[in-house]
């Protein structure tokens, strides 16, 4: 059984910029969710997607926005790069049947700096 | 809104000591509790959860006890090892709707030999 793998690994960019971080879900995990982790910081729940539509949005500006495709994987874009947008960006995966809670599994991040 | 808060580190042990990181919550409804661990350089790993009052969560000598009258969630191991160095979180995450889970800040262990 395939984790969660994201890309790329790290990636530099400067401000004003845009951005493209993808996510592979585990095998038979229909659900997706991006995190947002700044330096000595918790994750911050940024957006989840199921079915390829958004269904849940934390405290994150439209410049975030994200794709789910056929086959579960994930896209976060992050348009207009600014400095404080420097963090790790964590997807993780899930399998909700309808009516249930999975467990959630995260990929190792990508780490974004923006200069 | 929901919450958690977990005390500030780092912390620092000597290998065999004993481990408490203290976590409490604040939520509607009736989350279900997680301990995160973060090595450096990786992301996150499930350590343990409880998913109801009084369920212990354990998993490599970890515990932690869902208190729903302190609404608390306390880590502990009896003997920690070099090798647990490393971020712990605290989370939580509400029944219904989508699965956000909110996260502490962490807390920082460094075991020393």
């Known amino acids: 059984e395939t984790g969660v793998t994201q890309s790329p690994t790290h990636l530099i960019k400067t401000r004003g910029q845009q951005v493209t971080l993808r996510c592979s879900s585990q095998?038979?995990?229909?659900?997706v969710s991006w995190y947002q982790q700044a330096l000595g910081q918790g994750p911050q729940f940024i957006f989840q997607?199921?079915?390829?539509?958004?269904?849940g949005r934390g405290n994150f500006p439209p410049r975030f926005s994200g794709l789910q495709f056929p086959n579960y994987s994930s896209e976060l874009n992050v348009n207009a790069l600014e400095l404080d947008d420097s963090a790790l960006y964590l997807c993780?995966?899930?399998?909700?049947?309808?009516?249930?809670?999975?467990?959630?599994?995260f990929g190792p991040g990508t780490r974004l700096t923006v200069l | 809104g929901d919450s958690v808060t977990q005390m500030e580190g780092p912390v620092t042990l000597s290998e065999e000591a004993f481990l408490t990181i203290n976590c409490t919550y604040t939520?509607?409804?009736?989350?279900?509790l997680f301990w995160y661990v973060q090595y450096p350089g990786e992301g996150l790993q499930l350590l343990l959860k409880?998913?109801?009052?009084?369920d212990k969560g354990s998993n490599k000598g970890f515990e932690a006890t869902y208190r729903k009258e302190t609404t608390s969630f306390h880590l502990e191991k009896g003997s920690v090892q070099v090798s647990d160095s490393a971020v712990y979180f605290c989370?939580?995450?509400?029944?219904?709707?989508?699965?956000?889970?909110?996260f502490g800040t962490g807390t920082k262990l460094q075991v020393i030999p």
């Open positions: 989370a939580l995450r509400v029944p219904g709707g989508y699965q956000k889970v909110t």
């Open positions: 939520a509607t409804g009736y989350p279900s």
């Open positions: 993780a995966s899930t399998s909700r049947a309808e009516g249930g809670v999975g467990e959630q599994f």
């Open positions: 997607y199921y079915r390829e539509e958004e269904n």
């Open positions: 409880a998913t109801k009052a009084d």
């Open positions: 095998s038979g995990h229909n659900t």
